[in-house]
């Protein structure tokens, strides 16, 4: 036993002036003089015996008062754990875990509900001298300051369930933060969560002695759950008219192989469906193939139907945006005109997507290079400082291009270009012919052409070849690499755009360049690649922005519109990079439109955080081990959720068993004693 004031126990010497009382007679007496005394000595006798009882009993049970009014005033108490108990006012935050993942049945009712009443049961165990903060996956402003008893009450009443979700040790750096700001000693957490395995990184807290932390899981009756996780496209282009191929990620979070109904709709209009088997405790790629008919934005949306017991439905559907180009604005620049409509202008032109135009160097209307998706340099032997100039921004803008290298080439002026984009420098011919050895089939160039090369595949040769000298800081990847390791056919990324650079030319002189079909593909990939594939989608609380290129967009212009919401987006502009910043304003999914000057321009789907779609969670078994294993024991404490169903038990759950009522107690038995002592005994 210890206790909170121990310096009241120096009153114990007050019972000496009940035993001084009772030690001395301050009673006067009177002489009378009787006769005979031989009665009166035994009346003396019995007299003299119930005075003495009754005076030891006075004296026992004042005795007894004054010791429990001073063990009143020390607060005796048993620790938890040897835990010491700090004088002075408390203050405690509470955090309550109003994910998704809480909107389900536990064994009293929803998760969720059941946290905020087990919240405000913890709040009536403490003085209304306590201060309280409430933490919550939300961070709102509001909630970064210590309330009262009575307003922290009316704070969690009014707490609802949130998209944000939020790793478990950043709600105990919050906490911390809070805590350590204020003023008191005595500083105390609660933890109230379903504690997910895919958010609880116990190995992540950190200590800290002057916080004494509760864990308080709450349990899910049923931890099963499907839901779709991602979505991708087989190719990196939209096209008109043409079958697409559309991959949707569901995941199987139950005991049992279950059949799910996979639906899509794309601008509200369906799609279709299909059936698919998902693995007990995994996940199936399902394949979805639809044709897109007409050009523009397109909104779609995968729906999940069909399964059994669907408590958890807001990771059920998955929206998603995409654009479907009219065309791709390429430009062909060349010394004389004639070169254009050879090679890779006859290449790219075959292709009907394209919007193909040529262009002497001697004659570019510079005015029109932002309009393109890419330009290509083809057997120019000098590129002079205003194109390169040109190019530069160009690229720094958004915009890609291809360089194809003259058969006389101005190893300088090239150089020039290469240097202004960082890309390294081209050295002198190399006529020594060597075939290409490798192709990059991770790169999402060749991804969509080949799944694996053939053992006897005809790979293109090169008679001759510049070399590329790259930096270590460029930026590159190799698509193409020759037998003794130089580069073939390279791209190179530049602040906001790219550049592909050919170590040969397509004189035939150096080789079967624009005549092999692996660098025909190549070509027409790149020129697919050059039109900017938006964001396909995004997720709420971790993706806040969306950025476009060559977008002159003026806030007094600009909305941002969804089923029912409206703002206006904060806009930064850098280098031909407009970013339309969301803040927290994006709080449910859907497909959101941008209007400019009320023109419907651009489309973006927001998801739900798919952190909360795995709903297995940690027992109480695998929390503590947890905590043993990372040497918190002494901060944190795991408490079950029936030890805080009676508001008295608290207070022993936060500072051990105390006495200090029971004094009280035992010192008005021991007056009310006293009073009847004096009654009953004569």
């Known amino acids: 036993m210890k206790f909170l004031f121990p310096e009241f126990l120096y009153a114990l010497s007050a019972i000496a002036i009940p035993i001084i009382i009772h030690l001395f007679n301050f009673r006067k007496y009177k002489r009378i003089y009787y006769s005979d005394i031989s009665l009166l000595k035994e009346i003396k006798i019995e007299t003299k015996s119930k005075a003495r009882v009754k005076h030891l009993l006075l004296l026992l049970s004042r005795i007894l008062a004054i010791v429990f009014l001073v063990l009143a005033f020390s607060q005796p108490y048993i620790p938890i754990d040897d835990q010491i108990i700090k004088s002075g006012n408390k203050v405690v935050s509470i955090y309550i875990d109003n994910s998704f993942s809480t909107d389900a049945k536990g064994k009293n009712g929803y998760l969720f509900q059941d946290e905020k009443e087990k919240a405000l049961s913890i709040i009536e165990g403490y003085e209304s001298i306590d201060r309280f903060h409430l933490a919550t996956n939300d961070f709102k402003g509001h909630l970064q300051r210590i309330y009262s008893k009575e307003e922290i009450q009316n704070l969690i009443d009014d707490v609802e369930l949130s998209p944000v979700t939020r790793n478990l040790s950043e709600i105990v750096l919050r906490q911390k933060d809070i805590l350590n700001g204020a003023e008191s000693l005595n500083k105390q957490a609660y933890l109230l969560s379903d504690f997910q395995q895919s958010v609880s990184d116990f190995s992540n807290l950190k200590s800290d002695t002057g916080i004494s932390t509760r864990i308080i899981p ?206 390294g420098s081209i050295t002198k011919k190399d006529t020594t012919a060597v075939n290409v050895k490798e192709i990059n089939l991770s790169h999402p160039i060749f991804s969509s052409i080949f799944e694996k090369i053939p053992t006897n595949i005809d790979l293109p040769a090169a008679q001759s070849h510049f070399k590329i000298n790259i ?88 909305t941002i519109k969804g089923t029912d919401i409206a703002f206006i987006p904060q806009i930064n502009v850098n280098r031909g990079i407009t970013t339309l910043l969301f803040h927290d304003q994006l709080t449910t999914a859907g497909n959101y439109r941008l209007l400019n000057k009320n023109k419907h321009e651009y489309s973006f789907g927001w998801n739900y955080n798919r952190n909360e779609s795995d709903t297995r969670v940690f027992s109480s078994e695998e929390i503590q081990l947890a905590l043993n294993k990372a040497d918190l024991n002494q901060q944190f404490e795991l408490v079950q959720t029936d030890v805080i169903n009676v508001n008295s038990s608290l207070s022993n759950l936060s500072d051990g068993e105390k006495y200090w009522k029971w004094c009280i107690i035992l010192v008005l038995l021991s007056l009310a004693l006293e009073i009847l002592i004096y009654r009953l005994v004569k």
């Open 218 to 423: 709450f349990e899910r009756i049923n931890q099963s759950n499907f839901y779709i996780d991602s979505i991708w496209f087989k190719t990196p282009h939209r096209q008109n008219s043409v079958e697409e191929t559309i991959f949707a990620r569901i995941y199987n979070l139950s005991e049992k192989e279950t059949e799910v109904r996979l639906e899509l709709d794309i601008n509200d209009k369906s799609q279709g469906f299909n059936n698919y088997i998902i693995p007990s405790y995994g996940y199936e790629d399902c394949e979805f193939n639809y044709t897109t008919y007409g050009t523009g934005i397109k909104e779609g949306c995968f729906k999940l139907a069909d399964y059994p017991e669907p408590e958890i439905t807001f990771d059920d559907y998955f929206y998603f945006s995409y654009n479907v180009a009219e065309k791709i604005n390429i430009l062909v620049l060349s010394n004389a005109l004639s070169d254009t409509t050879k090679g890779i202008g006859a290449i790219l032109g075959s292709v009907p997507m394209f919007n193909l135009e040529f262009s002497k160097t001697t004659s570019i209307n510079y005015a029109e290079l932002s309009s393109k998706n890419l330009i290509v340099l083809q057997n120019i032997p000098i590129i002079t400082s205003g194109l390169i100039a040109e190019l530069t921004k160009f690229v720094g803008n958004g915009g890609n291009i291809l360089i194809l290298p003259s058969t006389h080439t101005d190893i300088s002026s090239y150089n020039a270009l290469l240097g202004a984009m960082e890309i």
């Open 471 to 558: 930096p270590s800081k460029s930026k590159f990847s190799y698509l193409m690499r020759l037998q003794n390791g130089d580069p073939y056919l390279t791209e190179h990324i530049f602040q906001n755009g790219k550049i592909y650079l050919s170590a040969v030319a397509t004189d035939q002189s150096f080789g079967n360049f624009l005549k092999h079909a692996t660098v025909v593909a190549a070509m027409i990939r790149i020129g697919e690649f050059s039109y900017e594939n938006q964001q396909l989608y995004g997720t709420i609380g971790k993706n806040n922005s969306i950025s476009l290129k060559n977008k002159d967009l003026r806030p007094e212009n600009v």
